[in-house]
């Protein structure tokens, strides 16, 4: 079957693509941006790529009328403040543009919506849900609550808590209960519904087999990290302070943060389980899901990670678009070194960040992070996917990889902190000399005075680090 995949760079998409060709599919992707798009080379012969952005009527005519099939995971929750509009909008463009081709399903991964109050973001779910029925082809629809995998934005929230509050006042929401499901079990759900008439135009519920309270995962969490947590639930915790305890404690955005806390409210629990006997699956436990992703997490084995998603930081880019550094306007800090093991200087270049840090005045670059989320920013909690590899499209701390060659020696990265300006820092190696620049184009007087203020600060920052990486 000749399979079209939108959102194959988001973190399910990325996960969904392997298995899709192992069964033999030929493997439409849609993608905004081809150039953060790097799937692995062994799948790189089998699929085929398409730009196309559902928002941009010009681009869906590149969409093949020869499809049989459709995946639909495309969402914009953590991108704009007016995400519900660009939802609806994305799936009606979607929806008219697939009623013209061959294709006899489209599968779409929403969420649990069993509750008559629901928030935001499962409003907007059901929406482009309502949207993507009027289609002529035959929608199957699965609804999950909380999907629990490596580098998932709901792991890794629950990581960062428990691993970093010994003690938790936590808001009431904390109460609320909700059926995680291990990110394996999603991927088996989604490829097997494909051209099964017995899910054709139905919805299901997804979910692995406990009803836990978000309080107990936490604690189920710290179990198995062997850690002692406590958790004081508190009522007077508002959804604007608790956007907040979210926000400074994990990596995730603010946008993203009150999203999740208007969601935690409502309790996301399975209506049945029958597609597990029509699939013949059967989901493994919370736990069990929990050991799974910090076993791929010890071998370095993580396949995508939500803090890639251009949304998990502060602007929606096409990221071909920064790839020409600019020089006119800008403020220019270009250093030089010659360095003795080009293959070691790379090395180092690629482990930069994340757990790794930046090799030298790495308490200032955590103080730069910190005050990046005083104003709003990503800070440097995202930290990176993989330890030693990085592709364009990935977040590297407050950071995006624009462009990543080991064989050329270049590294580009582009600032998604808060500036009065954009940034961008690159290494490349010539003739086994390590070039550094860091480019800043100020907008207006404030640009000025804040490269200015942080100035002397690189003095001393990018020639030590300098030094470090080619030594």
Known sequence: MTILLTGATGYIGK??????????????????????FTPPESLRSKIHIITVDLLDESTLHHIPKHIDAAYYLVHSMSSSSDYQHLEKQSAIN??????????????????????????????????????????????????AGIIIGSGSASFEIIRDLVEKLPVMIAPK?????????????????????????????????????DILSYKTML????????????I????????????????????????????????MKVEVICRDNSLNKILNITPISYKDALNKAFKKIETNEIISSWKDALSSGNMNIHVSDFIQVPTHGCFIDKREKPCNNRSHCIDRIWR??????????????????????LFGGVGLRRGRTHTDSLYPGDALDFWRVLYANK??????????MKLPGEAWLEFKIKNNTLIQTATFRPIGISGRLYWYSVWPFHGFIFKNMLHKLTA
């Not at 996960?15 to 953060?36: E, N, S, T, W």
């Not at 757990?355 to 005050?371: A, M, P, S």
Request: hydrophobic residues 40%; contains cysteine; glycine residues 6%.
């Open 15 to 36: 996960r969904l693509l392997p298995v899709l060709i192992a069964q033999g599919h030929d493997v439409i992707c849609c993608v905004r941006d081809p150039k953060r």
């Open 173 to 209: 929401w904390l109460n609320t209960k909700c059926q995680p499901i291990g990110i394996a079990d999603v991927i088996s759900f989604l490829s097997k519904v494909l051209n099964n008439k017995a899910t054709f135009n139905k919805n299901f519920d997804i979910g692995g087999p």
């Open 232 to 263: 004081y639930i508190v009522p007077v915790m508002t959804p604007r302070l608790s956007s907040y305890w979210l926000y400074f404690v994990t990596s995730t955005s603010y946008k993203l943060a009150v999203a999740l806390v208007n969601s």
């Open 407 to 416: 064989t050329e020696g270049r590294l580009l990265l582009f600032a998604e």
């Open 219 to 230: 604690l189920q969490f710290a179990e198995i990290r062997k850690l002692k947590r406590y």
């Open 352 to 373: 930069i960040g994340g757990e790794t840090g930046w090799y030298y005045g790495n308490t200032l670059w955590k103080l730069r992070g910190f005050i990046d989320k």
């Open 94 to 143: 979607f929806r008219e543009t697939i009623n013209t081709t061959q294709a006899k399903q489209v599968i779409y991964l929403s969420g649990i919506v069993n509750d008559n109050t629901l928030s935001n973001h499962l409003n907007s779910r059901q929406t482009v849900e309502q949207e993507l029925d009027k289609g002529s082809y035959n929608l199957t629809t699965l609804r």
